[in-house]
């Protein structure tokens, strides 16, 4: 029998180098030993460490590997989204100024030209009609056509066809 | 400015025909002046304004023209401008008589004034001059000779003979074959600012034209200037144009067009450039009157800059 009494007051497993007191347990057994009087509060801490530690069973290379291709790829969709603003802008603001004022001008010119090709199919129908006398003075207001033709047209039903006198 | 414009009106009277030569095919041989060089591509491009301007144009007779021009601007001063043009009675074709006179002056009597007249058959004499606040700022005398198949030029610009100093260019083009030409220019220039006193630069030029293509090149000690001009067709013409400055290190390429609609009166010329600026101009005639409406505006999308001028002409 022991005549000095080892008391045991459980105060050097607390320390912080109690490992060396204790050799015997693997640090996660301390851990897992400790887990059972953690309670909810802990949890999400827990299980966000829990994942992490998950990831440690993939080798180092898997790992920064795939952290690079996330980053990477987030990168990639934020630069593409930038650029593509930039293209976008730069095409279509180049676009007004080179390209809009003709384009504008030739449709304003395919619609007068398809303007005036119905007034002179409507015109057709009207043909060789003789000059009436107290129309003669609307003569002076017409513009000849290069026809020797010449059109007037008041009203939109009522067209002249008069031939053009010299 | 209008050099060549005969107010409109009665033809010129006819000129009494000048020598025993019928009609000069050698004109047709000649390969034009050598800063027109590049003209074909040149004219594609557009030129730019700022701001407001209204021009009227009037015509007192066959050989006189007025124009009054009124400016508005941020960047330039506004004001107005007279200008007058006289056009002489010798006829030398449908659009050339000479002696020409144009004169541009201010309220505040800032000049610039232009002469040219054609002695013979072949030489043509040029003088220019710009005052301005009283001083002159630019003077120029040139003579052209106009030979067969070949074209030599002589200027002197800004000659000032108490303080020494002055800038002297010869030109010369020569036509090799129907589509080639060649010709250098010679460029002397002393006065007391230049290191050394005297400074000459020697530049060569060429250029060749296809059947509906122009390519031509200036390289010399300014620089490289290549110019390429293309009729794609009636109503699409367009140019490429690299030019490089040595003194300033910078080098621009740029590409125009140039759009002509007939039936809807309007030219229409765009420009793209290497360093992101576009620019374009629009002519439109109103037609039962005399007006011309000329827009125009460049933006640089690298400075972010946006400038537009809107023009007005009355006759």
């Not at chain 1, 090709?117 to 609307?138: G, S």
């Not at chain 2, 002695?119 to 630019?138: L, M, V």
């Not at chain 2, 374009?280 to 690298?302: I, M, N």
């Amino acid at each position: 029998m022991a005549t000095i009494e080892e008391i045991d007051s459980g105060m050097e497993s607390l320390r912080g180098d109690s490992k060396s007191v204790s050799p015997e347990l693997p640090p996660g057994a301390k851990w897992a030993h400790e887990a059972d009087d953690l309670d909810d509060e802990d949890l999400d801490e827990t299980l966000t460490e829990r994942l992490v530690g998950l990831s440690e069973m993939f080798p180092e290379s898997v790992r920064t590997g795939s952290v690079k291709l996330a980053s990477w790829s987030a990168q990639a969709v934020k630069s593409l989204y930038g650029f593509s603003r930039n293209a976008v802008w730069v095409v279509f603001s180049s676009s007004i100024i080179l390209f809009a004022p003709v384009v504008f001008e030739i449709e304003r010119a395919k619609v007068i030209e398809s303007q005036r090709q119905h007034q002179r199919q409507v015109c057709m129908i009207w043909f060789y009609l003789d000059p009436v006398p107290q129309w003669e003075d609307l003569l002076h207001q017409e513009r000849a056509c290069r026809w020797g033709w010449v059109f007037h047209h008041r009203f939109d039903e009522i067209v002249l066809y008069v031939p053009k006198l010299s | 400015m209008g050099n060549t414009v005969v107010a409109s009106g009665a033809p010129p009277p006819p000129s009494s025909p000048s020598s025993s030569t019928p009609d000069p095919p050698k004109r047709n041989d000649n390969p034009g002046t050598f800063e027109e060089i590049h003209k074909s591509t040149k004219d594609v491009f557009p030129n730019f304004f700022e701001g407001g301007r209204l021009m009227m144009q009037r015509g007192l007779s066959n050989h006189f023209q007025v124009t009054h021009i009124i400016n508005l601007s941020s960047t330039d001063p506004s004001g107005y401008r007279f200008g007058a043009t006289y056009v002489g009675s010798k006829q030398l074709g449908p659009a050339e008589s000479y002696p020409i006179l144009l004169g541009d002056c201010d309220p505040s009597g800032n000049v610039s004034a232009n002469l040219i007249h054609q002695f013979g058959e072949r030489i043509r004499a040029k003088a220019a001059a710009q005052i301005q606040r009283s001083k002159y700022q630019a003077t120029k005398l040139a003579a052209d000779y106009m030979g067969d198949d070949f074209t030599a030029s002589i200027t002197l610009g800004n000659i000032d003979v108490l303080k020494g100093s002055g800038v002297v260019v010869g030109h010369y083009l020569q036509k090799i074959t129907k589509s080639t030409s060649l010709g250098s220019e010679i460029a002397y220039q002393c006065g007391p600012m230049i290191p050394g006193g005297q400074l000459a630069v020697v530049s060569l030029a060429a250029r060749y034209s296809g059947e509906k293509w122009t390519a031509s090149g200036t390289l010399g000690g300014a620089g490289v200037h290549a110019c390429y001009y293309q009729k794609c067709s009636d109503q699409l013409q367009m140019g490429v144009e690299f030019e490089t400055n040595t003194r300033a290190q910078k080098c621009v390429a740029s590409i125009g067009y140039q759009v002509d609609i007939p039936r809807a009166d309007l030219v229409f010329r765009g420009v793209v450039d290497s360093d992101w600026n576009i620019g374009s101009t629009l002519e439109k005639k109103l037609s039962p009157l005399p007006f011309t409406l000329a827009l125009c505006g460049q933006f640089s999308h690298t400075e972010n800059v946006f400038r537009m001028g809107c023009a007005f002409v009355i006759g």
